[in-house]
T-cell receptor
């Protein structure tokens, strides 16, 4: 079984600034993937970035990057040059042999103009 | 086409009604999922279909009945629901099950209200 903790229910950031969303998880598996999804007011869940647990190199997608600390079971998301369109609920989600995503409780991100 | 289409977008039903939610994808994905999401909460997995076969049922009450008629379609049949079943129902699909790290594509959901 996997558990996921997002300790920041709400975060805010000024436009063009950088913000980091935290996520910790617990798993007994050695091979798994980690995802960050965003859910804007349109309700559709959209993949932001993914990380393969066996890769030490942190994933990067344009303004989004992760800080993956496997030993600490930590998977934080950094958003650089924040834009108004980044405002959304962000969910951290590991997946493993259960073949399903386990979502954290989410962090509501507000971007201030 | 990277869309997962869900219909209807909104549904209001009485506790004695029978209704169905529909989900369609044309990306050739062989895994499809139903999630339930209450307000300000994360999605909770209900069912997983893999190659049109039900592979995971997360102890969902029998008043929810999934069906996968073919590889592109996923239905959720609803019968004798309770007001606490009111929620956003999300459908998703992926190339394989997400164990392989493949991206799950989500629809915009059906907002269900049970009166």
């Amino acid at each position: 079984a996997q558990t996921v903790t997002q300790s920041q229910p709400e975060m805010s950031v000024q436009e063009a600034e950088t913000v980091t969303l935290s996520c910790t998880y617990d798993t007994s598996e050695s091979d798994y993937y980690l995802f960050w999804y965003k859910q804007p007011p349109s309700r559709q869940m959209i993949l932001v970035i993914r990380q393969e647990a066996y890769k030490q190199q942190n994933a990067t997608e344009n303004r989004f990057s992760v800080n993956f600390q496997k030993a600490a079971k930590s998977f934080s998301l950094k958003i650089s040059d924040s834009q108004l369109g980044d405002a959304a609920m962000y969910f951290c989600a590991p997946s493993g042999s259960a073949r399903q995503l386990t979502f954290g409780s989410g962090t509501q991100l507000t971007v201030l103009p | 086409d990277t869309e997962v289409t869900q219909t209807p977008k909104h549904l209001v039903m009485g506790m004695t009604n029978k209704k169905s939610l529909k989900c369609e994808q044309h990306m050739g994905h062989r895994a499809m999922y139903w999630y339930k999401q209450k307000a300000k909460k994360p999605p909770e997995l209900m069912f997983v279909y893999s190659y049109e076969k039900l592979s995971i049922n997360e102890s969902v009450p029998s008043r929810f009945s999934p069906e996968c008629p073919n590889s592109s379609l996923l239905n959720l049949h609803l019968h004798a629901l309770q007001p606490e079943d009111s929620a956003l129902y999300l459908c998703a699909s992926s190339q394989e099950t997400v164990f392989g790290g493949t991206e799950a594509f989500f629809g915009q959901g059906t907002r269900l209200t049970v009166v």
